[in-house]
């Protein structure tokens, strides 16, 4: 609080520019910050919304993989229930593995499975095995299965008893292994009649469906817990994102760019699906809008406080003008005053005023003029009629002394009387209206000389004078009217 109260008496002894210039500051502070917060909001908003649409997108392509991966499962029930496989194994199982007729109807049915598998180019081959340890592949020829990852699938297959199986590609086999046994369902009886192996090509698959990735340089990488299924590029210096996490996205720097990443974790098959691209490829424009808005608003707020201080300018500057005028005043500079006024004034508040206050110059400076005049006059007129009093009386009262003085004897009183008379005289006619300090008190002692031969000891007068008395005028007779 204290603080507080020293900011606001700091600022109530500021001066009107200062306090007009700190208070638009800080709205304007407050403006620009709650508009930034707001662009901030909304460009986030707009960010999570363009994220949403990768994550969308990804997520659009992982159910379209997943479609096709369910065309594959679904043509393997296909062709496992379907009446051509059934009833060709159904005859096969009553011939002799090692004969003519079997070996025929091994070739007729490695013909079906291939037609069958026709319709879906992803699928690469097909290979049936049966307990008679037949084994045969229809299509093309895509690399040996290692011979534990086959016990492993055909053991998982007889555990399902004809449910569908599949191992995701691996470094050393990138092919998707999947198949189901065959049951008898022809008489129902679900016995064991063979299996089905289908070997898929999912690079294939992925490539096809990563079109709807808008991304041009998108990097997209699909893996399992058991490696990688498929990437486009290397991936040295990606931190690939936690498996337990089904999707998301992440900002991240790879190779000093300023990536984003978006994934999400197929629950049907458990891979994982991760986009990366850089980050200004497709919010470089909501980076360049943020950028020219933030600058926009930076100019526009420089261009206020310009116009700020102009303004402020404009409507303090009349009254300093008034203030320093009003200064002069008080020193009775009336002229001094009238000249600190600007010349031609505004037509608002302030230019009134500085007019009415100029007006008021005006006639203060007139009245005093014309009162000082007339005071002037006054006193002069009063000092004349004293001057024009005083001659006559003293000249009547000085020669009756001097009757008086003559006729009684003292004629040596008389003779100096009558030079000191004749010394103040000349004083007294001459035109001279201003004489030295000197002069004047030279006059006051020739009256009062005579005024001690007049009066003899019934008058003491004492004089006393210091400084240089003939530095300094004064009107004539001053000393002898103020007596």
């Not at 986009?275 to 608003?297: A, C, K």
């Not at 004539?476 to 007596?483: A, C, D, P």
Request: glycine content about 4%; hydrophobic content about 40%; charged content about 25%.
């Amino acid at each position: 609080m204290k603080r507080i109260r020293k900011w606001k008496k700091h600022f109530d002894d500021a001066r009107l520019s200062q306090k007009i210039t700190i208070t638009f500051l800080v709205i304007a502070v407050l403006i620009y910050l709650i508009m930034a917060a707001a662009m901030q909001i909304t460009f986030r908003i707009y960010d999570r919304h363009l994220y949403e649409k990768s994550q969308a997108e990804l997520d659009f392509f992982a159910q379209q993989v997943n479609a096709n991966l369910a065309q594959i499962e679904a043509l393997t029930v296909s062709i496992a229930t379907g009446s051509e496989v059934q009833n060709k194994l159904s005859q096969m199982q009553d011939m002799d593995y090692l004969s003519r007729e079997y070996g025929y109807a091994k070739q007729q049915l490695m013909t079906i499975l291939q037609n069958q598998i026709f319709s879906q180019d992803i699928i690469r081959n097909v290979v049936y095995t049966d307990q008679k340890q037949v084994t045969f592949t229809a299509g093309a020829y895509t690399g040996q299965i290692e011979p534990q990852v086959m016990e492993m699938l055909l053991q998982q297959y007889h555990e399902k008893r004809g449910g569908y199986v599949s191992f995701s590609p691996t470094e050393n086999y990138p092919y998707l292994i999947s198949g189901r046994d065959i049951l008898e369902v022809k008489n129902a009886t679900l016995d064991y009649m063979g299996s089905l192996i289908f070997t898929s090509d999912i690079a294939k698959l992925i490539e096809r469906q990563a079109k709807v990735l808008e991304a041009e340089h998108a990097t997209l990488l699909v893996y399992s817990d058991q490696g990688m299924i498929y990437q486009e590029t290397d991936i040295h210096g990606i931190e690939l994102p936690d498996m337990d996490e089904e999707k998301g996205w992440k900002i991240m720097n790879v190779q000093g760019e300023r990536t984003f990443l978006c994934y999400e974790k197929s629950r049907e098959t458990g891979w994982m699906y991760v986009n990366f691209f850089p980050y200004s490829e497709i919010y470089g424009q909501v980076l360049r809008l943020r950028y020219f808005v933030s600058l926009t608003i930076a100019i526009v707020f420089a261009g206020a406080v310009l116009v700020l201080h102009s303004l402020s300018a404009a409507i303090t500057r009349p009254l300093e003008q008034l203030s320093e005028s009003m200064k002069v005043v008080e020193q009775g500079d009336f002229k001094g005053a009238k000249g600190l006024l600007p010349s031609n004034p505004s037509r608002d508040e302030t230019g009134r005023l500085t007019r009415e206050f100029d007006t008021m110059l005006t006639q203060i400076d007139y009245l005093i003029h014309e009162n000082y005049e007339k005071q002037i006059l006054i006193k002069d007129t009063k000092y004349k009629m004293l001057q024009s009093q005083i001659n006559p009386h003293f000249l009547y009262n000085t020669l009756n002394s001097l009757n008086w003085m003559i006729k009684a004897g003292s004629s040596a009183d008389a003779s100096r009387m009558v030079m000191e008379l004749g010394s103040l005289l000349r004083g007294v006619l001459s035109k001279k209206a201003y004489v030295t300090a000197k002069e004047e008190l030279d006059m006051l002692e020739n009256y009062i000389a005579v005024q001690q031969y007049r009066y003899k000891n019934r008058a003491r007068f004492v004089v006393e004078k210091e400084g240089n008395l003939e530095a300094y005028f004064v009107p004539k007779m001053i000393l002898r009217v103020l007596s």
